[in-house]
């Protein structure tokens, strides 16, 4: 049995004192640690003082040194293929934890206080130091306690049992000491600096102890007393994380696990660490394979709980909330001891390259399958992101991906985002499926009522996939959103203009004076509404007696910043366009009476001109007067501005009508395929005077059944047999995509659609939701494209039409027929624009010269050329021309959008992507500039979080893996050359 045992420890020793585990575990973390840490400094650098920036550089160096260390031991003893001695464990411990009390003790020195958690957050940092630190000062430990000694078995454990129950014991009477009138004359300071050294040297050796004896047990009982060996297993891979589970209900420390699969998991990986070696050889092999393929569960709850091992001690006095920080380690200690006697058992069976090879496919069987299903969340909800929100509304008329699994993957984003919010976890997720971003609920609800026909259940069944890791309450913040206004009235004072010249166009530097009229703090909230062709070329904020000048950013980092420094009392101003010719202005904060001034710089180009509103006052900013239609080279389109004066020498057109009616084939619609025909030739009957019908049927996908060029007569050839074998009826509808995809499609220049959906009944009257406001501008832009009508039609009770206008702000009555409207011929396409006397910006498909540019005379029925020219000031538009290609077309939004904030950025003009903001330190700018490339790397249609962000898991494996292939190689080649010398 003594062989035995020495065997065992030999065999612990050998794998915890290898070299490769010290430069792997101790180099790799810390590596990763240092530039999070230069990260962190870049954010905050412009807000310390020298004093602060000397603590920072002391921090430094202490954290390359304790990496140095621990790398050059490494690589020294791994070099003369040695060993590490247990002695060099203790420096390496004393290196580690005199570390982590350095920065603990210094940080809040050098930690600027006017800098808010969303920007860097305090603890995150301090944890971050405990993740990559405590790997090494554990894999130090663990080599301190793996000695050779020649004392007797009975001895060495009377030893660590004392040295193991002494601190916790010390700790107990200490606190019962400092509660009593004796502590009455010590001073914090003499008993900080007495106890904590003493506190971190206790801790170590407890540790030391439980290690040691946990080797010793192993190394003496595995095997020779199965019933012993039985027990231990059932108590600390069994009963322990049972215990510590049940113990988390209460105290959900450091998350909640609370989960029926984890308690399933922890179950089944104690029933698979008690099972007795077998008779057969493949069954013994498929033991170890099991075991191996559950141990990153194992290795999980112990990274989880590592950072908290200091924490042991005070812990265990704390009514045995130690007892959940310790289970994970002693169960990775049983845990890992037994599958190094596997993995030995197995290789001496011969063929130890197979058992390498099949050792590391277990060991990958978690993280792949974890991996696996992120994969696939992220191929069908950005599958059906593109399709509902970057569509090609003339083409994406199929849904090409898996509504099975889509229902799937959205349960497990609803769990991950309301409940599996775990360390490490959470962020690979969604680094996987959003690129560190987030999909709003909104948008969510959005894509299940879309696809699905209604809003998502509630969270809380739960799915086993998505709760293989435990919940916890979602954290994260979703920016891009506004925040609501506080109670402060503050109101507009004045508004004044100055003039500069700018060549052939109107200049305008608008003067904005606001004023709190109460005690209260609050904040200017207004619309600013703009004529067309009006260019948005500068902004400013007066912050204290400094006139700040503003910087573009894109438009939601800019938001989800405005919104942060809201809750810490800055000073941001912001300006973005919510619509064609509207912008929002926001100032923030004003104290109570408190008078502030912002300026907008409005550039009108020749051509334009009118009267802007701030405020609900009218402001005339002039006119740039021209009789030219200026033509705007913008990305895959042409603009035309095109003046008054150019409107008013045309004759107006009236277009001819066509019915297009549209079926509704959702699982809300009350009408089946029968009675949906029923209802559009009653329809059609209220139109007698129109010739032409179009039919089309539409769920979350849409088909054409009659084009619009059919006669009304072919609508009674049509059965419902043949509209339930063109479009089934399933999953929900979006009468707004069905429109717009009408509108987008319609190519005869000289008719106009009237569109009515058919479907609304009492029985279904969620079929068709309220749109949001972000929807019903969309709408209001496309309604452009037809200016003569004005919305759309739906049926009520399958007969009655209700009208829906395109712009719900506006008072004007749907018409069932269209107005007179001016054609424009621009290059290969006909537009039609309003009649009204403002001017109007026109874009037209490719690219267009200037001599293609016509308007269609309607009393010879022949188009006549439009005066056309260049100007540098139109020029300007071309943002806002590929800004409405990216509305009409928001396939190509991953495209256009980066090159809108790159060109507003480099012009200074203001574009539907983009935002003016002004902010007071550098961290502010600092972070705008990181989250906008964060932003800009990934879809638009995803929102920024509040997170912290955490060490990512994909990047410590791939470090650790690139290590490991490197030093591989090299030990090769140092063979190769010492076999052939």
């Not at 920036?53 to 050059?72: H, P, Q, T």
């Not at 593109?386 to 349960?411: I, M, Q, T």
């Amino acid at each position: 049995m003594i062989a035995n045992t020495a065997a065992r420890i030999e065999a612990l020793i050998a794998v915890v004192r290898r070299p490769i585990n010290w430069i792997i575990f101790g180099t790799v973390p810390q590596a990763l640690l240092l530039v999070a840490n230069l990260r962190s400094y870049s954010l905050v650098a412009g807000e310390l003082d020298p004093h602060q920036n000397r603590i920072a550089l002391s921090l430094l160096i202490a954290e390359i040194a304790l990496l140095a260390l621990v790398a050059v031991l490494g690589a020294l003893f791994g070099a003369r293929r040695r060993e590490i001695p247990w002695a060099a464990g203790l420096p390496a411990l004393f290196a580690a934890a005199a570390y982590l009390y350095l920065f603990t003790e210094t940080l809040p020195a050098a930690f600027p206080r006017n800098v808010p958690e969303w920007i860097l957050s305090y603890d995150g940092v301090v944890y971050a130091q405990f993740i990559a630190v405590m790997p090494a000062a554990f894999l130090a430990l663990a080599t301190a306690a793996l000695f050779r000694t020649t004392l007797r078995f009975p001895q060495e454990v009377a030893v660590w049992s004392v040295s193991l129950a002494g601190p916790p014991v010390f700790w107990y009477l200490f606190v019962l000491l400092m509660q009593s009138s004796l502590s009455r004359n010590w001073s914090g300071a003499a008993v900080a600096a007495v106890l904590l050294p003493f506190f971190i040297a206790t801790t170590a050796l407890m540790f030391l102890a439980i290690i040691r004896l946990f080797a010793l047990f192993y190394a003496r009982f595995y095997r020779e007393n199965r019933w012993l060996s039985l027990a231990a297993h059932a108590a600390f891979g069994i009963a322990g994380p049972i215990g510590g589970l049940l113990l988390n209900r209460a105290i959900p420390f450091p998350t909640d696990f609370q989960s029926p699969a984890v308690y399933a998991l922890a179950v089944a990986n104690g029933i698979v660490l008690m099972l007795p070696p077998a008779r057969s050889v493949r069954l013994n092999r498929a033991i170890f394979l099991t075991r191996a393929a559950m141990f990153p569960f194992t290795l999980y709850f112990f990274a989880v709980f590592l950072p908290f091992l200091p924490l042991g001690i005070p812990a265990i006095l704390a009514a045995g909330v130690g007892f959940l920080i310790l289970t994970p380690t002693v169960l990775f200690l049983l845990h890992g001891s037994r599958l190094v006697d596997d993995y030995r058992a197995d290789i001496a069976r011969g063929a130890p390259r197979a058992t390498r090879i099949m050792l590391a496919g277990a060991l990958l069987v978690l993280p792949i399958a974890y991996t696996a299903r992120a994969l696939v969340d992220r191929v069908n909800i950005h599958a059906a992101l593109d399709y509902v929100y970057e569509p090609d509304y003339e083409k994406d008329r199929v849904f090409s991906g898996s509504r099975f699994l889509l229902e799937h993957s959205l349960a497990n984003l609803q769990e991950t985002k309301k409940g599996v919010q775990m360390p490490f976890l959470t962020g690979y997720y969604n680094w996987i499926v959003f690129d560190n971003l987030v999909l709003p609920d909104e948008k969510m609800d959005r894509l299940h009522r879309f696809f699905f026909g209604g809003p998502m259940a509630p969270y809380g069944k739960g799915n086993v996939l998505g709760d293989i890791f435990g919940r916890r309450t979602s954290v994260a913040r979703e920016g891009g959103r506004v925040p609501l206004p506080l109670p402060g009235r503050v109101e507009l004072v004045s508004v004044a203009m100055r003039h500069a010249p700018a060549g052939d166009a109107v200049k305008r530097t608008v003067v904005i004076t606001m004023k709190n009229r109460t005690k209260l703090q609050g904040e200017y909230a207004t619309t600013v509404t703009l004529p067309v062709g009006t260019l948005v070329t500068g902004y400013w904020l007066h912050i204290g007696k400094e006139r700040v000048p503003g910087r573009i950013f894109e438009k939601k980092t800019a938001l989800w910043v405005y919104r942060m420094i809201k809750s810490v009392r800055r000073d941001p101003g912001i300006l973005y366009f919510t619509g064609e010719q509207e912008l929002a202005l926001r100032v923030f904060p004003f104290g109570p009476h408190e008078e502030r001034v912002t300026e907008i710089e409005l550039t009108v180009p020749p051509g334009g001109g009118g009267a802007a509103t701030i405020g609900g006052r009218r402001i005339d900013l002039g006119a740039a007067l021209s009789d030219t239609a200026n033509i705007v080279p913008a990305t895959g389109a042409t603009g035309v501005l095109l003046p008054p004066a150019a409107k008013r020498a045309m004759l107006p057109v009236t277009r001819a009508p066509y019915l297009h009616l549209v079926l509704d084939r959702s699982d809300a619609t009350g009408l089946d395929a029968a009675r949906a025909l029923a209802a559009a030739r009653a329809v059609l009957e209220r139109f007698p005077r129109i010739a032409r019908c179009a039919l089309s049927a539409a769920n979350f996908e849409s088909v054409d059944i009659l084009p619009p060029t059919s006669s009304r007569d072919r609508i009674a050839s049509i059965t419902a047999g043949a509209i339930d074998s063109a479009l089934t009826r399933r999953g929900g509808f979006s009468a707004q995509r069905e429109v717009k995809r009408i509108l987008t499609s319609h190519r005869d220049p000289e008719s106009a659609p009237i569109i009515v959906v058919i479907g609304r009944t009492e029985a279904a009257p969620d079929a068709t939701r309220t749109p949001t406001r972000e929807e019903e501008d969309n709408l209001s832009f496309f309604g452009g494209l037809a200016p003569d009508i004005d919305g759309y039609f739906m049926t009520e009770n399958g007969s009655a039409l209700a009208p829906v206008p395109f712009d719900r702000k506006r008072a004007r009555a749907v018409s069932p027929l269209p107005r007179p409207v001016h054609l424009v011929r621009c290059g290969a396409r006909t537009v039609p624009i309003s009649t009204d006397g403002a001017s109007e910006l026109i874009r037209c498909d490719g690219a267009a010269a200037m001599d293609s540019i016509a308007y269609l005379d309607a009393s010879t029925r022949a188009y006549r050329p439009l005066r056309t020219g260049p100007s540098e000031a139109a020029v300007g538009l071309a943002g806002i021309v590929d800004y409405r290609t990216l509305k009409l077309i928001p396939a190509r939004t991953r495209a256009l959008y980066p090159a809108l904030v790159a060109t507003a950025k480099r012009t200074g003009i203001l574009n539907g992507a983009a935002s003016y903001i002004v902010v007071e330190s550098p961290s502010q700018w600092r972070i705008l500039e990181e989250k906008e490339k964060q932003k800009l790397r990934n879809r638009e249609t995803l929102e920024i979080t509040e997170r912290a962000d955490e060490p990512h898991p994909a990047l410590v494996v791939a470090c650790a893996l690139a290590l490991i292939i490197i030093l591989e190689r090299f030990r090769k080649r140092r063979r190769n050359a010492a076999l052939y010398s």
